[in-house]
């Protein structure tokens, strides 16, 4: 499983970038696309849309099923990443190159995990 030091983590298993401007980036783990397997299908929010922290902001479809993806945090969708409707697969070959949404005007975040501790809550998870 492959983690990135500079990212924070969510339980659910997105990851979060902040970004200089304040706002975030984000996308699905690395152990979440290999859980899920080859994904087929993805499903985003639009700009302007609201997301609300610990809710669904979209959904990722494989070959064995729907997932929903959650939001961190709470804030306008300020980005999306189009490139990912036309190839899913993206995520699978690059999770933490293959983001999904830049999120603004943040009110609210859940505690995020660094690195050694969403590997341990995987490694938890696992068992």
Request: one cysteine or more.
């Amino acid at each position: 499983m492959k983690l990135i030091d500079t990212l924070r983590y969510s339980k659910s298993h997105e990851w979060v970038e902040a970004l200089d401007d304040g706002n975030v980036r984000i996308g699905l783990t690395d152990f979440a696309q290999s859980e899920l397997g080859d994904l087929v299908f993805v499903n985003l929010p639009e700009v302007g849309d609201e997301v609300v922290c610990g809710e669904s902001f979209a959904d990722v479809e494989s070959v064995k099923a729907v997932s929903d993806v959650f939001s961190p945090v709470t804030g306008v969708v300020k980005e999306v990443n189009e490139e990912l409707l036309d190839s899913p697969e993206m995520i699978n070959e690059d999770p933490y190159g293959a983001w999904f949404i830049v999120v603004e005007e943040i009110t609210e975040h859940e505690d995020l995990l660094d690195a050694e501790a969403y590997e341990a809550h995987c490694e938890e998870e696992k068992h």
